[in-house]
């Protein structure tokens, strides 16, 4: 059983800055990629930004130049660094790990003020 937790999250004023953790745990046989996603208050979850094994990286339009995500690999742990936030960045952010099997996080709330 793969176990990721998420931490980092919180309330920031525009232009702020966050970083988000995510730390995997239990039986990984392989890890194929990471990837935060984000879901805002009646929106569908979205693709935000993935890392690869091989570390290819791939973002959403709306992150790039702002969002860097990045990957400890003896720690199984993934990062996800959120410069000159915008309120609509404002979401629940959500850790996935691609192993045989899609594995997610319980989620770390985002709010960016005004």
């Known amino acids: 059983q793969v176990h990721l937790v998420e931490s980092g999250g919180g309330l920031v004023q525009a232009g702020g800055s966050l970083r988000l953790s995510c730390v995997a745990s239990?039986?990984?046989?392989?890890?194929?990629?990471m990837g935060w996603y984000r879901q805002a208050p009646g929106k569908q979850r979205e693709l935000v930004a993935l890392?690869?094994?091989?570390?290819?990286?791939n973002y959403a339009d709306s992150v790039k130049g702002r969002f860097t995500i990045s990957r400890d690999n003896a720690e199984n742990t993934a990062y996800l660094q959120m410069n000159s936030l915008k309120p609509e960045d404002t979401a629940v952010y959500y850790c996935?790990?691609?192993?045989?099997?899609?594995?997610w996080g319980q989620g770390t709330q985002v709010t960016v003020s005004t």
């Open positions: 996935k790990l691609r192993s045989w099997g899609d594995y």
């Open positions: 890392i690869t094994s091989g570390g290819t990286t």
């Open positions: 239990g039986v990984i046989a392989r890890i194929n990629s």
